[in-house]
């Protein structure tokens, strides 16, 4: 007994030091450059909320723009009581979050698949430039990745171990309280996984059934909050009238095979090779599915793809834009153990005696090509990606720098839209003044195209003006349909200077 027992723990070690090493070559990767680029609006609107004095202020201001969820908020609260609210305190919450989904991947490759498995996997969520971005970035994503992955390796432990229905309602609580999408990925798992595509389960359909009821009645509270607000908010709510189109769609697949970097600079060779590569590996993936003790890798490459699809179908049913790219972080950890299978069964078809000779001497080839070129394309996106973060360029950050030095108590600060106040606040100190109307955290996705927009800005604007010489213009171009604001203003000043940034112009005048 004490031999088999010491057995076991010489062959855990190698596994153990092995992942150690990749979870510590994930944590550098995040902070390399954490804070080389200022932060933008999402990470800017989580400061503003916790600064906010009370508990109960952010939580009501968290309502009042469903659907939304408070347990990132709450967290980030916590943290930045400790670490501040600067730029790398707000973000450090999401390197954690995203270098624990490290080993977290491992544990789910493990569970679906194999060992070695789960440690390629765990490999190739520590180099993924996409997990990356999300993992640098203060917002809710790689908080809500983390949990959402263990849950979804607790809950297939239970469906096929028939054990750990606690700790899963527990983490599916907590998933669900992360970001809203954990209630429709957990509620496909739970279909999915109990069709026959889901393989043998030992777990009775009684309990299954009421661990999910469990997990859904945590969040009904939040839903009633939820719906309250919304109707006893009387305030007119944005939306994006269009469509998915199809540049977005292949945008995002390259987004989660080469990162964002590679997709605004247009490296067409990097976006083909990872493009490629990862869909034929997840093909082989899949086929390595048909293991009755490996259905746990159709079982989640089916629930990404309806995540993919669904909200697609939903834009071209709708003509709104519902299709949200940076929901699919949430499964890149499984889509990744798929991945890693893959490249495992291509070489179990290399090994297997009944294979064709030349079939054995070619496929190793083909599936070591294709591993080596997706690795190659995660590095090359994650070198892009420090030289041009997507964010990086916004300019904010600089923009509040030349009004720290420029601007004078005497003049005004005026943003066009309001929801630009949140990041340029990070970086200046004085008060700004939103047109048509101050940012307000209860009403953030204000309609500020509709027909009276122009005017109710302008007369703000000649408003707020009245006393001062000079007055300063944060405006984002975008949201002034053909240019009539800015053309009307400056019929009426004088421009006496202008600066140029990727998401923002700044205008000086008297």
Not at 243 to 251: C, I, L, N
Request: aromatic share 12%.
């Amino acid at each position: 007994m004490f031999d088999e027992e010491r057995g076991k723990t010489r062959a855990v070690a190698p596994v153990v030091v092995i992942l150690t090493g990749i979870t510590l070559l994930g944590l550098a990767i995040r902070l390399l450059g954490l804070t080389a680029y200022g932060i933008f609006w999402d990470e800017a609107y989580h400061v503003q909320l916790v600064r906010l004095p009370s508990v109960g202020a952010m939580l009501d201001a968290i309502l009042s723009n469903p659907p939304s969820d408070p347990l990132y908020a709450l967290a980030l609260r916590v943290w930045t009581g400790v670490f501040g609210t600067g730029d790398e305190a707000i973000r450090s919450l999401s390197v954690a979050c995203s270098t624990l989904t490290i080993p977290a991947t491992y544990l789910m490759g493990r569970a679906l698949a194999g060992t070695w498995i789960g440690v390629l996997g765990a490999l190739l969520f520590a180099v993924s430039p996409y997990a990356l971005e999300l993992g640098q970035e203060g917002a809710l994503y790689a908080f809500a990745a983390l949990f959402i992955t263990l849950a979804l390796t607790v809950g297939w432990r239970c469906h096929t171990e028939g054990r750990g229905a606690g700790p899963y309602v527990l983490l599916g609580c907590i998933a669900i309280y992360s970001h809203y999408v954990a209630a429709v990925i957990l509620g496909l798992f739970a279909l999915l996984a109990w069709l026959p595509v889901g393989g043998p389960r030992k777990v009775a359909g009684r309990d299954w059934a009421l661990a999910h009821i469990l997990i859904l009645c945590s969040w009904l509270p939040w839903l009633v909050a939820l719906l309250v607000h919304w109707l006893n908010l009387d305030i007119p709510r944005a939306t994006i009238m269009h469509s998915a189109t199809f540049d977005e769609v292949t945008g995002a697949l390259v987004q989660y095979t080469s990162g964002s970097a590679a997709l605004l600079t247009t490296r067409f060779l990097l976006e083909a090779v990872g493009l490629f590569a990862g869909g034929t590996l997840i093909v082989l993936g899949w086929l390595a599915g048909r293991d009755a003790a490996k259905r746990g890798l159709r079982v989640t490459l089916a629930i990404s793809g309806l995540i993919f699809a669904l909200p697609l179908i939903a834009s071209a049913l709708s003509g709104l834009w519902l299709f949200v790219p940076h929901f699919m972080i949430f499964l890149l950890p499984a889509l990744l153990c798929a991945v890693s299978a893959g490249a495992f069964y291509g070489m179990q078809i290399a090994i297997n005696r009944h294979t064709p000779a030349l079939t054995r001497r070619a496929t190793p080839l083909i599936v070591g090509g294709l591993l080596l070129a997706w690795l190659g394309a995660q590095l090359w996106g994650i070198v892009l990606y420090n030289k041009y973060p997507p964010h990086g360029v916004d300019g904010l950050r600089d923009l509040a720098a030349v009004l720290t030095v420029e601007s004078t108590p005497d003049d005004t600060i005026l943003v066009m839209p309001p929801i630009l106040t949140p990041p340029i606040q990070q970086y200046f100190t004085r008060s700004v003044h939103g047109l048509p109307s101050d940012f307000d955290l209860r009403a953030i996705y204000l309609p500020f195209g509709d027909a009276d927009w122009n005017a109710r800005a302008r007369a703000t604007l000649d408003s707020r003006v009245q006393g001062y010489s000079r007055f300063w213009l944060i405006y984002y171009p975008a949201d002034d349909f053909n240019g009539d604001f800015l053309r009307g203003v400056g019929t009426k000043y004088d421009q006496l200077e202008y600066h140029h940034y990727q998401f923002a112009d700044l205008y000086l005048f008297r």
